[in-house]
T-cell receptor, first 116, second 112 residues
Framework: GAVVSQHPSRVICKSGTSVKIECRSLDFQATTMFWYRQFPKQSLMLMATSNEGSKATYEQGVEKDKFLINHASLTLSTLTVTSAHPEDSSFYIC????????????FGPGTRLTVL | GENVEQHPSTLSVQEGDSAVIKCTYSDSASNYFPWYKQELGKGPQLIIDIRSNVGEKKDQRIAVTLNKTAKHFSLHITETQPEDSAVYFCAAGRGGNEKLTFGTGTRLTIIP
């Protein structure tokens, strides 16, 4: 299957700071990328959908000014958690799809964010 | 919007036996149904998927069946092995670059 990477895999930050997470498609062009949040022992919750070169579409209840998403190229999308607070601590996972991936969704390995 | 229900939430089977996980969906426009395996601390891994133009798909020990009339689909794992232990998620969507709606997950434990 297609390969999606995320960086960093783990980050610890102080409350009030901003954190940027990168999602890259390594062997295909990702026309669409998705960002999910997953709390312990729960399912994946879609936060937003981003298409290359256009603004992200956020799910209901997700603050777009707090979770900034940029999809500037066909291989890179970034999620910035602004003014992070302890309740933002979670496992953030991206996925990507495109013709080179058979229009299937492939997930990155996830980023564990801990806000102190 | 789409709503996906998944059962059971936990499943324990003896090594070598079969495991079946079932999902139902609500949106008749959904036509793409993937299954993901997630190990602890990792991202979900696509293990098999099925589109609405077929009723069954098999890949070695893994098979998926789809009943579009009843709006349900199932994952079948035969000859289970300890490495099959993980959380499995079903999902439904319209394919292409459309978003997926996930089930609540099934924690599968294979007993040696």
């Amino acid at each position: 299957g297609a390969v999606v990477s995320q960086h960093p895999s783990r980050v610890i930050c102080k409350s009030g700071t901003s954190v940027k997470i990168e999602c890259r498609s390594l062997d295909f062009q990702a026309t669409t990328m998705f960002w999910y949040r997953q709390f312990p022992k729960q399912s994946l919750m879609l936060m937003a959908t981003s298409n290359e070169g256009s603004k992200a579409t956020y799910e209901q209840g997700v603050e777009k000014d707090k979770f900034l998403i940029n999809h500037a190229s066909l291989t890179l999308s970034t999620l910035t958690v602004t003014s992070a607070h302890p309740e933002d601590s979670s496992f953030y996972i991206c996925s990507a799809t495109g013709q080179g991936a058979g229009n299937e969704q492939f997930f990155g390995p996830g980023t564990r964010l801990t806000v102190l | 919007g789409e709503n996906v229900e998944q059962h059971p939430s936990t499943l324990s089977v003896q090594e070598g036996d079969s495991a079946v996980i079932k999902c139902t969906y609500s949106d008749s426009a959904s036509n793409y149904f993937p299954w993901y395996k997630q190990e602890l601390g990792k991202g979900p891994q696509l293990i098999i998927d099925i589109r609405s133009n077929v009723g069954e798909k098999k890949d070695q020990r893994i098979a998926v069946t789809l009943n579009k009339t009843a709006k349900h689909f199932s994952l079948h794992i035969t000859e289970t092995q300890p490495e099959d232990s993980a959380v499995y998620f079903c999902a439904a969507g319209r394919g292409g670059n459309e978003k997926l709606t996930f089930g609540t997950g099934t924690r599968l434990t294979i007993i040696p």
